[in-house]
């Protein structure tokens, strides 16, 4: 049970590194509890909001959108490719209205969503 949806917490959201910061944007989280149910398994938050520092330790870019609590990574065990086509297939649902770039990062096996500003390519794999 969460304190932010039924199944997400804020502190899934806050900043790894302990230092408190917790910016989180409620429709990060909103995304994220759709995506979850559409899944119909347990989505793990990797990073969500960044303080600076720590934004900087995760080679995050410097105007980063988790440092403006607008970004998640998220993972599954059913693997980052079905996340991946899950949110694809909610974005051209009109389900995630709000997220504007989704990012499958193969090697690390995450996905990134973002709430930050609409980009040409809205889908990307690396």
Request: aromatic share 8%; with cysteine.
């Amino acid at each position: 049970m969460g304190d932010l949806t039924k199944n997400f917490s804020r502190s899934e959201f806050a900043c790894k590194c302990g230092c408190g910061k917790n910016n989180l944007d409620r429709r990060v989280v909103e995304a994220c509890q759709t995506i979850r149910d559409a899944m119909g398994q347990p989505i793990s938050v990797n990073s969500g909001v960044r303080c600076e520092k720590n934004n900087a330790a995760a080679g995050g870019a410097a105007n980063s959108y988790h440092i403006q609590g607008l970004a998640a990574d998220l993972s599954c065990k059913s693997g980052a490719l079905g996340l991946y086509l899950c949110i694809l297939n909610l974005c051209d649902k009109g389900k995630l209205p709000d997220v504007h770039y989704v990012i499958w990062y193969q090697k690390k096996n995450f996905v990134h969503i973002d709430l930050g500003k609409i980009r040409n390519n809205r889908f990307a794999v690396k």
